[in-house]
């Protein structure tokens, strides 16, 4: 890794020029927060791998007779899942900015580098919104899992499993939707209204006990925007107004949301909110990160253990597209 300062010496000259004003005019770029991950329930604990049982009991009531004639079997079904270890590891040498504009971020009296202004402001300001950013577009959601090479940096979405990976495993093996799996849908319409009506006969799929308990109907932006277009276009005619552009209409306890992370997907699911985990261990050290310093390079790192996935993959209701 390295500071990568080549086009602010081109354009200002390779010296410091010193400006009260330099760190005002020092901007960052725009981040994507962890939006994905919001909608998940942390559980945090001690383990590399999260278990979870369904319980279930058949049918009990049967007509009267004088003789005892017991009925019902109590079954037990266990789902686990991995937990990920992630990591962050970076080496910067902030002497390479002292004989540019950009001096001012390492004009400390400090021979520990690491105490430098550079390595507050780029944690600040840099690293713990692209944790977030990196996460939300390469891992919650597209992520594929892949053993790193040893000694070679691993490449982005091969973290973790993304949500797109686990419905879709579930649904190989048969426990989406209580054993139904993917809803069919098609290819998701173009037209606006078309897809709201497409969205409703989706949900009227889901079984009956499940849809009063449903709270979220998550897709992609692009969908969410197509959907809220197209109940505008479709409700608001006439007198028939709705205000609610974002709820199933004849299930206003779903609302549809846009994830960051499913951008480009026609993945459709939901399921109950207390059935959505995230799973950690030492969570928090993503933003607790620790410096080394070596001579006259700093080493910035961390790890931590998560995974975004369902208690129950029975209760969660999908369709038949983005899977792949």
């Not at 000259?13 to 962890?34: E, F």
């Not at 690491?114 to 780029?122: D, Q």
């Not at 207390?274 to 390079?297: F, P």
Request: without cysteine.
């Amino acid at each position: 890794m390295a500071i990568d300062i080549a086009a602010v010496k081109a354009q200002f000259g390779s010296y410091y020029i010193s400006n009260p004003q330099n760190m005002q005019r020092l901007r960052s770029i725009l981040y994507q927060p962890s939006v994905t991950a919001s909608y998940f329930q942390d559980r945090p604990s001690d383990d590399t791998i999260y278990r979870a049982t369904l319980s279930q009991l058949n049918r009990i009531v049967q007509p009267f007779q004088k003789a005892f004639t017991p009925l019902g079997t109590t079954k037990f079904t266990p789902n686990q899942f991995d937990l990920y270890k992630l990591k962050v590891d970076m080496e910067e040498t902030p002497d390479d900015l002292e004989s540019s504009y950009l001096g001012f971020l390492a004009s400390q009296p400090e021979q520990d580098r690491s105490n430098w202004l550079f390595v507050r402001w780029l944690i600040e300001i840099h690293i713990k919104a692209k944790i977030a950013e990196d996460l939300e577009l390469n891992e919650y959601f597209n992520g594929v899992y892949a053993a790193p090479t040893a000694g070679t940096a691993g490449a982005a979405g091969t973290a973790m499993n993304g949500l797109k990976k686990v419905i879709a495993g579930y649904n190989t093996a048969g426990l989406t939707n209580m054993g139904a799996g993917a809803i069919t849908t098609g290819a998701l319409e173009t037209d606006n209204k078309d897809f709201v009506d497409q969205m409703e006969a989706f949900v009227d799929a889901i079984p009956e006990l499940f849809r009063s308990r449903l709270d979220i109907l998550f897709m992609s932006p692009t969908n969410a925007t197509k959907y809220k277009r197209g109940k505008r276009a479709k409700y608001n005619t006439a007198y028939a107004q709705t205000s609610e552009l974002l709820t199933i209409e004849d299930y206003e306890n779903i609302k549809v949301v846009g994830l960051p992370s499913m951008a480009g997907s026609n993945l459709i699911f939901s399921t109950l909110a207390d059935n959505r985990i995230r799973a950690t261990k030492k969570a928090a050290l993503a933003n607790t990160l620790k410096l080394e310093s070596n001579k006259r390079v700093v080493d910035i790192l961390t790890d931590w253990w998560e995974s975004l996935n369902f208690e129950v993959p029975q209760f969660v209701f999908h369709n038949d597209q983005g899977l792949i």
